[in-house]
């Protein structure tokens, strides 16, 4: 079992930047594949990016070059510096874990969620 609680969710103006944490409970963090998803009202949850020991870092299209994820292991944590953000990325975010090395970009594919945090840009 997993438990994920994430942070550092809030509002701030187009081009501005910030960063999410997600913490994760139990002692094989490194075993899963963590992940951030988010989702705007009304929209389906969309992947935003994850980090695996086979994939290393992926990204959707849509933050590429803007936002970048990391994990510390040794702190259990997730983090997703999101920079130059645009009002469009006002949503929902999410952090997600399943077990194993591979990537996947369908929420299906994981087993474990946290709560979610607000991030909404202004224009």
């Known amino acids: 079992q997993v438990q994920l609680v994430e942070s550092g969710g809030g509002l701030v103006q187009a081009g501005g930047s910030l960063r999410l944490s997600c913490v994760a409970s139990?002692?094989?963090?490194?075993?899963?594949?963590m992940t951030w998803f988010r989702q705007a009202p009304g929209k389906e949850r969309e992947f935003v990016a994850a980090?695996?020991?086979?994939?290393?870092?992926t990204y959707a299209d849509s933050v590429k070059g803007r936002f970048t994820i990391t994990r510390d292991n040794n702190k259990n944590t997730l983090y997703l510096q999101m920079n130059s953000l645009k009002p469009e990325d006002t949503a929902v975010y999410y952090c997600?874990?399943?077990?194993?090395?591979?990537?996947?970009?369908?929420?299906?594919?994981?087993?474990?969620w946290g709560q979610g945090t607000q991030v909404t840009v202004s224009s």
């Open positions: 980090v695996s020991r086979r994939d290393g870092n």
């Open positions: 139990g002692r094989t963090f490194n075993n899963y594949v």
């Open positions: 997600a874990a399943r077990t194993g090395f591979v990537s996947r970009t369908t929420p299906s594919d994981y087993d474990y």
